[in-house]
């Protein structure tokens, strides 16, 4: 579930905090280049963010295991979604 968003005019990021469940699959952290991947085709799929890509915004997810509370991030950037 997504929480908020913010933007890091700064460091032209894109801050979105989201909690997973408690149904969530521990697993969930041995697929990281999984969850990686999906993240990018939603971008490059959604033209919603063509103006954010084609200025070279990066953009990362912040998650939080509802389960016992730890975090993990991803960070995609140009290079990643192909701007």
Known sequence: MLDSTVYDLQNRTYRNYLTLGRETPP??????PLVRQSLIK??????????ARERGVRFEYIYRMERDGSRFSVLLGPDDYGA
Not at 27 to 32: A, E, G, H, V
Not at 42 to 51: I, K, M, R, Y
């Open 27 to 32: 697993t969930l952290l041995d697929n990281l």
């Open 42 to 51: 939603d971008l490059q799929d959604n033209p919603n963010w063509n103006s």
